[in-house]
């Protein structure tokens, strides 16, 4: 399933990377969740030729990433009665033409959460599997400190001011991004993935009427849902045999007005979600990733 969310050409190119797959017009069903965009661009993927295997959901709101994706996951689950369940994001396309087969042969081995390769054309970076923050507390109040100076921040300050700033507090975190890159040429089990694409399998689909935790809005869903699927025992792996490509952050680009806005904007998700994930590990132990 697709979540769309403002960004018509990106949810569009993502339909047809997954319908020119091999075998995908007979296995395949995409479904496209439109999470309250209100610009005209569900209308206008509304308007694409029919096809029988595409089908379209509208939110009359916008649930964020989390509910927004549990609605489609629900409906393939559900309606659609799937077995193999694939969340992506709008801005994503799949290279290879076999990989449907090539996810047939690592559901065949049991896998719960499936993983690829996420690669983000304009960086060169691989994204997946995930290096999750060592202390969630501090990175908290990291988040916290950021969103106060870029608030209190005059828009009037300069370009090159902002820019420096902005390099200096970012919370990407160069360093886990860099591990995430060097991890990915080889497979990993019970790690934590990249929430651009997650695809569900097995006893997960079986069991659970929701794939994330819907209390988050945006960000840190992957951390919760690791942290879950590590509890009960589900089976996860990435693996580097499965690609697609990443334009990371199309809608948010769309959606923000400008650059500063678009930080305290993220600033605010990234410390709710947070909020949870310390409440969550604080309940029930932490686990980490075993590479």
Known sequence: MVLHYLAYEETRHCIDSILSLTKASDEVDVIVVDNHSGNGSYERL?????????????????????????????????????????????DLTIPQKDFLQRLEAI???????????????????HTNPQVPEADYTKAYLRYAAIRTFFTI???SVGPKLFAKFKRSTNT?????????????RHEHTNVQLHGACLIFASRFVREESQCLDGRTFLYHEEDLLFQYCMRKRYKIIYTPSLTVCHESGASTDVAASDERSKKITNLKYHMQSMRYVIRETKKYGRYYPKY
Not at 114 to 122: K, L, M, Q
């Open 46 to 90: 509304k308007a694409m030729p029919e096809h029988p295997h595409v089908h379209f959901i509208h939110n009359d709101s916008n649930l964020g990433f989390a509910n927004g994706m549990n609605v489609g996951y629900r409906y393939a689950r559900d309606v659609l009665r799937s077995d193999v369940i694939a969340l992506m994001n709008n």
């Open 107 to 125: 559901v065949d081995r049991g896998f719960d959460v499936i993983g690829p390769d996420i690669i983000e054309p304009a960086t060169n970076l």
């Open 153 to 155: 921040m005059p828009k």
């Open 172 to 184: 990407s975190t160069d360093g886990r991004t860099v591990e995430s890159n060097e991890r990915s």
